[in-house]
């Protein structure tokens, strides 16, 4: 029923006739009876800040100084990667984690886990997520980063249909045997995100909560207080038809999980909360954040490749609860016939009680629009020092056929004012990417349902699937730095070498990249 109703929508955005004569029905209709979540569609809309674009800021805007895209994944097979989580230690800058849908053991859908110690430049850490039991297929890995330097990644199983974690505490080393959250349940359990608290000063001090939706249709939550050896029995937080969980903790304890209720493709839907003071014991009963008009299956009629308007989110760790500031962002379809797809996000000031207007997040950072201009998948984040973060990808340079060829590039752009303005947007991707091939076997036409972003010191993360090499997907990382100029690194591109896909073991695999002459670059300005 889904993909019939994106079809009808694709049929009616192209058909400028029946657009209009869907209208007078839809003014008629309006007029007669009260909104349904249909009807306030056509009341949704997006808006700029009030305050001066960022380029109106006091003194010189001096960009972060992004490097190289390198290859994350070193297998030098012909199958893909894609869906990449990414996290930044938060003892050393240097040390980074990325995992990814895996298929280099013959096209089976495995997690893998991909490590560096020199700032993405090179990646030797690269194994099979350790300790699984048998399953069919492995998906949606999270990686998330501990203030004392552990790093953890999460990811679903389906055989066994259940939850996993894993981490490590010596860079990548050694690996501890991942840990069933739950599993043998007869259904998919979907969507798994999981967050920590990281403040020492909160009463909860490295809890952690893990997020999903058993059977792709309502939110349940476990949370753990031994870093994850043990989790409670699950309970659930959100209603019926709602999945894409996120949850992001703020600096007192207090757990905001954001999650998207009448979930799918071509759907009015709504961003809805739900928060937790006590640690995860009890949850608010869910809040509406925003209507969002999701993306549908394929954006566009040119496009293979699937699409979810997952949700991403960040919380203020400096602001205070319980007004704390919150962003919450997805993918967005309201004004498809004019700027296409859009990046749109929402703030709030007073923990979730009131929220503002969604606001055009590749707009406000400069981007063109266009009705073929798809910007798609944001990421948020916000950085110790109150900074906002934002990743995406757009094809405004090249838009949809038949005014271009559709092919993407990667995004990021921040703001130091708490989203009043954002800086001009940074192209991080070096080269443009087709997102219509390389499709992995099984995946269901799978480009990658979210993206990496981490944040840590000076040091900003990114990762996203990409298709340059022989149009197969694999994952790329790139570093940026943040101060100006005095910061510029010098990494290097490195060649994939060949990678032991011997069976997993506690103990990572560490390939041994053989480094082609030294690359050198320097900033670019758009």
Known sequence: MVRLHHHVRTHLRNGTVALA?????????LAAAPATPR?????????????????????????????????ANT???SYGQHEPGLAVSRTDNDVVFAAAKDYRDGNIKRVWIYGSTDGGSTWPVQLHMPGLPPTVNESDPVVMARDDGRIYVSCLTTGNEGIFITWTDDNGTTWQPSVPIIQNQPVLQDKDWF??????????????????????NYVVEHHSTDGGLTWSPRQQIGGSNTEYTYPVVASDGTVYNFMMYNWGNGQIGTVQMTRSTDGGATWSTPSTVAMADQAGYHIRPSDQFRFFSIISAGVDPLSQGPNHTLYVSWTD??????????????????GGATWGQPINLAQVSGRPECPGCDNITPMMTVGQDGKVHAFWLDRADDPAPPAGTGLFHSWYTSSTDGGATWDPATRVSTEPQNLNVGFPPGSGDAAGDYWGLDVSGDSVYVAWNDTRYNQQQDILVSRGIMGGPTATP????????????????????TAQPTNTPTQTWAPTWT
């Open 21 to 29: 004569a869907l209208a007078a029905v839809v003014w008629l209709a």
């Open 39 to 71: 009807a306030v569609a056509s009341q949704m809309s997006w808006s700029r800040p009030d305050a001066p674009h960022a380029l109106d800021k006091l003194g010189p805007f001096v960009p972060p100084i992004f490097g190289p895209n390198v290859r």
């Open 75 to 77: 297998d030098t097979t």
């Open 195 to 216: 967050a920590i608290d990281n403040n020492p000063a909160s009463p909860f001090h490295h809890r952690m909560y893990m997020m999903y939706a058993p059977g792709a």
């Open 333 to 350: 379809d309201r004004a498809f016939n004019t700027t296409g797809t859009d990046v749109l996000y929402v703030k709030s000031t007073d």
């Open 490 to 509: 010098t990494p290097t591109q490195s060649t994939p070498p060949p990678t032991n896909t011997t069976a997993p073991s506690a103990t990572a695999t």
